[in-house]
């Protein structure tokens, strides 16, 4: 039954072709040849079972399918990118959980605020944070990322400096 739907890249050819005009047109637009406009919109036409544009020496004009056609692939072009930003969005926001220690004094001061942004910017995340009076055991502690000052670094743990000062 999915064999007798049009593929999406033949719905983008076709609304080209009407965006640009003309075949030729539509095919440098989309990157490729006009071979390739005729034969994707030949593909269409067969899947739909019925002509879409009528082709003459002054371009091409949009039969009554191809009139509704057009609109439908507009929507179903939307749709299939909004489809493509959401699952791409996904595998690049952060979401789960996140334990992060820090000391007392700098955590409430400038720690806490950056983290209420950060929730409420990525509300997939789930922020555990604890505040130290002590120099922390990652492990022991049950942390993910640990914010210090001037404290030793063992080697073993990677760390970056976020200001000099």
């Given at each position: 039954?999915?064999?007798?739907?049009?593929?999406?890249?033949?719905?983008?050819?076709?609304?080209?072709?009407?965006?640009?005009?003309?075949?030729?047109?539509?095919?440098?637009?989309?990157?490729?040849?006009?071979?390739?406009?005729?034969?994707?919109?030949?593909?269409?036409?067969?899947?739909?079972?019925?002509?879409?544009?009528n082709?003459?020496?002054?371009?091409?004009a949009l039969?009554?399918?191809?009139?509704?056609?057009?609109?439908?692939?507009?929507?179903?072009?939307?749709?299939?990118q909004?489809?493509?930003?959401?699952?791409?969005?996904?595998?690049?926001?952060?979401?789960?959980?996140?334990?992060?220690?820090?000391?007392?004094?700098?955590?409430?001061?400038?720690?806490?605020?950056?983290?209420?942004?950060?929730m409420?910017?990525y509300?997939?995340?789930?922020v555990?944070?604890?505040?130290?009076?002590?120099?922390?055991?990652?492990?022991?502690?049950?942390?993910?990322?640990?914010?210090?000052?001037?404290?030793?670094?063992?080697?073993?743990?990677y760390?970056?400096?976020?200001?000099?000062?």
């Open positions: 039954m999915l064999n007798n739907y049009p593929l999406a890249k033949d719905l983008q050819v076709l609304v080209e072709i009407v965006h640009t005009g003309s075949f030729s047109a539509a095919a440098a637009a989309l990157g490729q040849t006009p071979a390739f406009v005729t034969k994707r919109i030949q593909i269409l036409e067969a899947t739909l079972a019925t002509t879409l544009l082709r003459s020496a002054r371009g091409v039969t009554e399918s191809g009139q509704r056609c057009y609109e439908h692939a507009l929507k179903l072009l939307t749709h299939y909004r489809l493509v930003d959401e699952v791409t969005q996904i595998k690049t926001r952060p979401e789960g959980m996140i334990r992060i220690g820090c000391s007392f004094g700098f955590g409430r001061s400038y720690i806490a605020p950056a983290i209420t942004d950060l409420r910017n509300p997939e995340l789930q555990h944070f604890e505040l130290f009076d002590r120099q922390i055991d990652l492990v022991q502690d049950n942390i993910d990322l640990d914010i210090r000052i001037n404290d030793e670094i063992p080697d073993y743990i760390c970056a400096f976020v200001n000099k000062e």
